[in-house]
T-cell receptor, first 115, second 111 residues
Framework: DAGVIQSPRHEVTEMGQEVTLRCKPI?????LFWYRQTMMRGLELLIY????????DSGMPEDRFSAKMPNASFSTLKIQPSEPRDSAVYFC?????????????FGPGTRLTVL | QKEVEQDPGPLSVPEGAIVSLNCTYS??????FMWYRQYSRKGPELLMY????GNKEDGRFTAQVDKSSKYISLFIRDSQPSDSATYLC???????????FGTGTRLLVSP
């Protein structure tokens, strides 16, 4: 298996622009998680899905952030409009509830810079 | 106050040293405890997994959980330069998939 795939790996954009981050989870996994990592705040859970349905979006910082999972193999995290304080590394992770550990497998991340 | 506290380091040790990494937490409902390792510019990877209290050993790595003190530890014996990474503790409640992470401790092992 290729693991969790994220695109793009790097994104540099201007303040006010729309940013879309993409994620393909591991096939067969039924949970998908979006995280944001910064030096100051560490790894924060933004939202997670179970069987394509959003379960907990309490970590989404504000209405500028939205996430969708139209099918089991694809999810997007959108920021509109983007702001410099959104600069961070965004990780997608997936897991399978039927496993012993419910281990979350992380993608390589998208490094976002908002100028 | 954060639910999970972890010293960010960096922690610098010579090759061969025993390393101790720690986290404290406030939520007594946490039942599952994990340590993830994150190399620079990579995603975190699960290193150790423990349920409830006790010890678990895997090669050079030992994870300990003391629920009475709300304190977990990761010990690395005979540390190697390849162990240089950021180590994040994580924990969750039974029946919940949501993980709460510490901020991570950066470890540097010098040859």
């Amino acid at each position: 298996d290729a693991g969790v795939i994220q695109s793009p790996r790097h994104e540099v954009t201007e303040m006010g622009q729309e940013v879309t981050l993409r994620c393909k989870p591991i096939s067969g996994h039924d949970y998908l998680f979006w995280y944001r990592q910064t030096m100051m705040r560490g790894l924060e859970l933004l939202i997670y899905f179970n069987n394509n349905v959003p379960i907990d979006d309490s970590g989404m910082p504000e209405d500028r952030f939205s996430a969708k999972m139209p099918n089991a193999s694809f999810s997007t995290l959108k920021i509109q409009p983007s702001e410099p304080r959104d600069s961070a590394v965004y990780f997608c992770a997936s897991s399978w509830a039927g496993g012993s550990y419910n281990e979350q497998f992380f993608g390589p991340g998208t490094r976002l810079t908002v100028l | 106050q954060k639910e999970v506290e972890q010293d960010p380091g960096p922690l610098s040790v010579p090759e061969g040293a025993i390393v101790s990494l720690n986290c404290t937490y406030s939520n007594s409902a946490f039942q599952y405890f994990m340590w993830y390792r994150q190399y620079s510019r990579k995603g975190p990877e699960l290193l150790m997994y423990t349920y409830s209290s006790g010890n678990k050993e895997d090669g050079r790595f030992t994870a300990q959980v003391d629920k009475s003190s709300k304190y977990i530890s990761l010990f690395i014996r005979d540390s190697q330069p390849s162990d240089s990474a950021t180590y994040l503790c994580a924990m969750r409640r039974a029946g919940f998939q949501k993980l709460v992470f510490g901020t991570g401790t950066r470890l540097l092992v010098s040859p």
